[in-house]
Nanobody
Framework: QVQLVESGGGLVQPGGSLRLSCATN????????MGWYRQAPGKQRELVAT???????NYADAVKGRFTISRDNAKITVDLQMNSLKPDDTAVYYC?????????????WGQGTQVTVSS
């Protein structure tokens, strides 16, 4: 069973920075896409950024130029560096990983980490 553990959320002032990290466990054979999503109160979960096994990235328009997603294929981790944070970035951030473990495809979510941007 694959489990994801997120860390790095918290309270930050507008213009500040935070770095989110997502670590995996389990005997993962292949990791395909890894990504971060967020859900603000009263809103649907939305894509923030994804990164493929080859390193190709995709960002939501709202975070382009401010957020950077990266992955470590050896450690099987995915990070999200968030700079120039705005109050609109306040949300619960979720890590998502797709891959194959013991020959079976999986798509798992982390438990979520709260990011609050406020003065």
């Amino acid at each position: 069973q694959v489990q994801l553990v997120e860390s790095g959320g918290g309270l930050v002032q507008p213009g500040g920075s935070l770095r989110l990290s997502c670590a995996t466990n389990g005997r993962i054979s292949i990791i395909n896409a890894m990504g971060w999503y967020r859900q603000a109160p009263g809103k649907q979960r939305e894509l923030v950024a994804t990164i493929t096994s080859g390193g190709s990235t995709n960002y939501a328009d709202a975070v382009k130029g401010r957020f950077t997603i990266s992955r470590d294929n050896a450690k099987i981790t995915v990070d999200l560096q968030m700079n120039s944070l705005k109050p609109d970035d306040t949300a619960v951030y979720y890590c998502n990983v797709e891959g194959i473990v013991l020959g079976t495809p999986f798509n798992e979510w982390g438990q979520g980490t709260q990011v609050t941007v406020s003065s």
